[in-house]
């Protein structure tokens, strides 16, 4: 499958775009994950978007988060991938394109994540390890791990 990356910051985003990620991001997070929570959280305005397209469809995203906002460190938030390409290595895409457009963005540094317990094999694989406790957020157990630079 061939992708399309664009990064953005919010007030670069057009209205589609901006559309595009919010109903992904609720499909996922809200819908398939039954979790009840304010996906608007006031972070967006200051991050940027990697925004994963397959022809016209968004079919992946993160948030890009710059240090001292969510954490000390920078940060990768609101990973998703679309349900209809589930499986086919975009998860891998995605992270691997944050972790990249991070070190452009905002410099070289330790990326600190807010990652699901279930997909702690996924991020190790990527560099990524445990730091802290497990905690419950909106239902889902959820552990902070750190990417050293």
Partial sequence: MNY???VKAFHELTVNELYD???LR???????Q???????DDKD???HHLLLYSEDQLVGYSRLVPAGLSYQEMSIGRVVSSPSVRGKGLGRV?????????QKLFGSGDIRIGAQTYALGFYDS?????????YDEDGIEHIEMVRKN
């Fill in 4 to 6: 399309t990356p664009t």
């Fill in 21 to 23: 990620l919010l109903k």
């Fill in 26 to 32: 609720s499909e996922v997070f809200v819908v398939e």
């Fill in 34 to 40: 039954n979790c009840v929570f304010l996906d608007q």
């Fill in 45 to 47: 305005q200051q991050c």
């Fill in 94 to 102: 995605v992270m691997e394109l944050s972790i990249e457009y991070c």
């Fill in 126 to 134: 990527l560099g990524f390890v445990s730091d802290g406790e497990v």
